[in-house]
């Protein structure tokens, strides 16, 4: 097509901007973020690199990682979207991503929290890098996700240097998983945490955030198996898990601990995020 070789993130901007019009600001802001991003990892310079073959191959690799169904197939939705757009508006010939199939919900593996001894050999073990067992005790000890931590700046920690039970954690809505301004309480041992890694002037996690993969291998590296006894596999996304559990055994009240974690309904804070072996 004549667009062939017109910059993809010309497009991506335009086709936010329709999201904008029809009132879904949040989401424009997620979805273009995600695909800007998306696009400089897998080097889809022009509208000719976003392509079947190679969007086919991310949508692979994205599989292949241990993350929730609901997550990749919001992603897939996300190029859908935009795929639908570029054919509308006559900018390649068709959706690149159609003829892929969304993961089934019912494929998700049962996830598990780390126990207390697990995270704490995980935090001290030497063979993993000092900024990355950081970067795991500051997520567990946040509830942060990983799409958030990579985002969260150093301007959003407010009252760092406060006394006891002073500051929190801002997270635009550009960030959240909701779309809507969220605050994360700092508690005492998350500070020591966070004046370990800076302050800075820029990402607070300004290193990143380990992939599935990389998590995998470290836990390894701490001697823990990724599957216990009773079955539910530790993924990155554990360490959520670990934040709410750990809480619930501190004896913090179900409202307290859904706020905490920003939950939506009692289930995912008493059921799905509740490992009740710490």
């Not at 009132?23 to 000719?48: E, Q």
């Not at 216990?228 to 559990?245: E, F």
Request: a positive charge; hydrophobic letters at 40%; proline letters at 5%.
């Amino acid at each position: 097509p004549a667009h062939a070789r017109t910059r993809l993130e010309t497009s991506v901007k335009e086709w936010g901007d329709e999201l904008r019009s029809r009132g879904g600001d949040a989401y424009a802001d997620r979805a273009v973020d995600f695909v800007v991003r998306l696009s400089k990892v897998r080097h889809w310079t022009n509208l000719s690199d976003f392509n079947a073959e190679r969007v086919a191959k991310w949508w692979r690799d994205r599989c292949m990682n241990d993350i929730a169904p609901k997550t990749a197939n919001n992603e897939r939705a996300m190029l859908l979207s935009l795929g639908a757009w570029l054919k509308r508006n006559s900018r390649i010939i068709q959706c690149p991503i159609a003829s892929t199939q969304p993961l089934p919900a019912n494929g998700r593996k049962a996830r598990r929290a780390l126990l207390l001894d697990e995270a704490r050999a995980v935090f001290a073990c030497p063979l993993i890098p000092r900024q990355r067992r950081l970067v795991y005790a500051a997520l567990t000890l946040s509830g942060l996700r990983r799409s958030e931590a990579v985002e969260i700046m150093w301007t959003s920690v407010v009252g760092l240097d406060s006394g006891l039970g002073g500051g929190y954690l801002y997270l635009p809505g550009s960030i959240t998983k909701s779309g809507f301004d969220e605050t994360i309480p700092l508690c005492e041992p998350l500070k020591v945490v966070l004046r370990e890694l800076g302050p800075g002037t820029g990402r607070v996690f300004d290193g990143g955030i380990p992939t599935a993969r990389r998590f995998k291998m470290d836990l390894g590296l701490a001697g823990i198996r990724r599957t216990d006894a009773r079955g539910p596999t530790a993924v990155l996304h554990s360490l959520r898990h670990t934040t709410n559990s750990l809480l619930a055994a501190e004896g913090v009240d179900r409202t307290m601990r859904q706020k905490i974690m920003r939950h939506r309904s009692e289930r995912l804070t008493e059921v799905d995020y509740l490992d009740t072996a710490l």
